[in-house]
């Protein structure tokens, strides 16, 4: 079985991994350098504490993967697990709150909620008067996605998965009865039973080679690393005012991670042409709500760097797995969530090609055509 993978971030190279894994032959096809899409520019979050229980099943299944990472790829990836923490500052919020801990502790997830004293003991700059509630838990984290992705990449190759960089998908062949048989490229033409579409922003575009109209749009989010005024413990949770929509996380000798999306006007972006530099307006805002969360945070902060990527956003903040055609298989529209889950969707792409069903995580939910149908998936822990 031939299998040609549109896409040389995490979620192309889990794919093909995994895929090869079950015997497949597979070529990976990446027009520019494995994971400078929207991969590089990650957060790497890597966290079980969703709303939704596809998608806290999601999680699950791949932190399996990444605590063990190290071990089996034998590549660190520099994994840490202070926990996520969500801060509520209404009663509203945190009867959502309420209602989470609930879904997640039934799909097994270790979640909490907590109060602001509590709250406080986690993260010693909070203004704990600002919040009514929290949830936390302890077995989130995150991870660096470039080395992440290097260790699979480096797994991949050596299970003797081909990856080209620098080589653009320009058409997909299919038969008479519409499966596919192959991809064009600007080197020539590859031969394939099935091809899988982990383009990421541009899965849209790969998916239009099909004729099929894909609900994802790539919508552009900026992080950036800051000097608090007072450095922050690599014990601290990632923590995300969620009403506010700010965030942050611990880097390295004190410094943090951190973001937030403010804008209601939030447009389509294209992906081979936007701006990868942060705005200093946007940098301001984040400092200035930052210092109404926690009292590490001032004017005297100082940011060193920042990026922009893109999102694949659908209109659910759900992800779309399926053979969407016979042979065109999606993986694609992870909303920001698509390096922590890679490892579960890489394995659910081998399932679907390889044994013609996917069996570790109930993915039916997960169809392009959901949208039509009328079925919108809920998800009210998004960080932007």
């Known amino acids: 079985m031939q299998a040609v993978v549109i896409g ?40 079980a504490q969703f709303s939704s229980p596809v998608s806290a099943k999601l999680s699950k299944e791949s ?49 909490q909620m907590l109060d602001p004293a509590e709250a406080a003991e986690l993260c ?52 008479s009865s519409g499966r596919v048989t192959g991809v064009e490229t600007g080197d020539g033409e590859i031969e394939a039973d099935y091809v899988v579409n982990a383009a990421g922003p541009w899965a849209p575009q790969i998916a239009e080679m099909v004729d099929l109209d894909l609900p994802i749009t790539p919508k552009r989010r900026q992080l950036m690393i800051t000097d608090p005024e007072t450095p922050v413990s690599e014990s601290v949770p990632f923590t995300i005012d969620q009403d506010i929509g700010v965030h942050f996380r611990p880097e390295r000798e004190g410094s943090v991670v951190c973001g937030g999306h403010f804008d209601v006007d939030d447009p389509s972006q294209d992906p081979d042409d936007f701006s990868e530099r942060v705005s200093l307006d946007w940098s301001a805002q984040v400092i200035e709500e930052l210092s109404r969360v926690a009292d590490y945070f001032g004017p005297e902060s100082e940011v060193k760097r920042g ?12 992800p779309i797995i399926e053979e969407c055609s016979p042979g065109f298989v999606v993986v694609a529209g992870f909303s920001g969530h698509g390096f ?14 390889v044994d013609g069903s996917p069996s570790l995580v109930d993915i039916s939910k997960l169809t392009a055509d959901r949208f039509e149908r009328g079925i919108h998936l809920e998800e009210g822990t998004v960080i932007n």
Do not use: C
């Not at 991870?143 to 997909?172: C, M, N, W, Y």
């Open 8 to 47: 040389g971030g995490i979620l192309g190279i889990t794919s093909a991994y995994y895929l090869r894994k079950k015997g497949a032959t597979v070529t990976v096809l990446e027009k520019g350098n494995l994971g400078n899409g929207s991969t590089d520019r990650a957060n790497g979050g890597i966290r």
């Open 63 to 111: 932190i399996d993967v990444w605590k063990s990472f190290d071990t089996e790829f034998g590549t660190d990836i520099a994994y840490r697990r202070p926990g996520y923490m969500f801060l509520a500052r209404s009663e509203e919020t945190a009867a959502q709150f309420r209602e989470n801990v609930e879904k997640q502790n039934e799909v097994g997830v270790d979640s």
């Open 124 to 175: 010693p700059g909070l203004t704990e008067e600002n919040y009514v509630a929290a949830t936390y838990s302890a077995t989130d984290g995150f991870a660096d996605p470039h080395l992440g992705l290097q260790g699979f990449a480096k797994a991949a190759r050596s299970a003797g998965v081909d990856i080209r960089t620098k080589v653009e998908v320009t058409d997909i062949r299919q038969d």
């Open 307 to 318: 990026w922009a990527g893109l999102y694949s956003m659908t209109p659910d903040h759900h």
């Open 340 to 353: 922590m889950q890679s490892p579960a969707a890489g394995q659910l792409v081998s399932e679907i090609i």
